[in-house]
């Protein structure tokens, strides 16, 4: 059977659920101080942010993926 939440590597997070969960701006005040992708944010280079913020928004459904990506940046 057909089940297109099995076939997709990684969840898709719309627009408005970014806003709601802070992860690029601030909805208070616009600001990126404090939000989700600021704090956790340890890139050194525009090269190593730009996947980051591509894993922010399209985070991987794989356990095994998740847990290379963090000791990756350990």
């Keep these: 059977m057909y089940d297109p939440v099995q076939e997709v590597a990684s969840l898709v997070l719309d627009g408005q659920t970014l806003l709601n969960l802070e992860v690029f701006q601030d909805t208070m005040d616009g600001s990126e101080s404090g939000i ?10 525009a090269s190593g942010k730009r996947p980051f913020k591509r894993w922010m928004c399209h985070p991987s459904r794989s356990i095994t993926e998740l847990e290379e990506r963090i000791d990756a940046g350990k």
């Design 36 to 45: 989700l992708f600021s704090i956790l944010n340890h890139c050194a280079t």
